[in-house]
């Protein structure tokens, strides 16, 4: 991401994500997003709603699925990519530039909701699933190898060690 403009929006979904599949049938999922700043008037001593921001989000392969599955419409949502912009010309000659988030990661913000969190099967191009290698931060399934010390193991209860934080 170097040299490219990085943008962290939070807001509501404000349509349904749309998923679709390109022609090589790589999943990519399109959703608005209308963010809306408050600002706090002291003339009327109370919070005010300022313009709503809204942008277009395209999400890409397996996470374009699990956008798709996950999210709806009101849902609050944090999501991290960079921001571009896109010109184009209208049937009608008119030229037009749009501003979209190309997005790195998508997820749903805890503020005001709650979630349970499930790993999704990783798959690869045609639906193959990946093999879990030692780059799967998931593969133990948060359980430490035998003997490695961490929580829960013989050498971490009343060992002297102090929790890994």
Request: avoid cysteine.
């Amino acid at each position: 991401m170097a040299n490219e403009t990085v943008i962290t929006l939070v807001g509501n979904v404000v349509d349904e994500p749309e998923l679709r599949f390109t022609p090589s049938g790589a999943a990519v999922a399109k959703f608005r997003v209308a963010s809306t700043a408050r600002k706090f008037d002291k003339t009327t001593n109370a919070w005010v709603d300022e313009e709503p921001l809204f942008l277009t989000v395209n999400v890409w392969r397996q996470q374009a699925e699990q956008v798709a599955e996950s999210l709806s419409k009101g849902m609050r949502v944090v999501v991290v990519g960079q921001l571009r912009q896109r010109s184009y010309e209208t049937k009608e000659g008119e030229k037009r530039t749009v501003f979209e988030v190309e997005a790195e990661e998508v997820a749903a913000s805890l503020k005001f909701a709650t979630a349970k969190v499930t790993r999704a099967n990783r798959q690869q191009g045609g639906g193959q699933q990946q093999s879990r290698g030692s780059q799967d931060p998931w593969a133990s399934q948060g359980q430490p190898a035998q003997g490695s010390g961490g929580w829960g193991s013989p050498q971490s209860q009343g060992g002297g060690q102090e929790p890994p934080f």
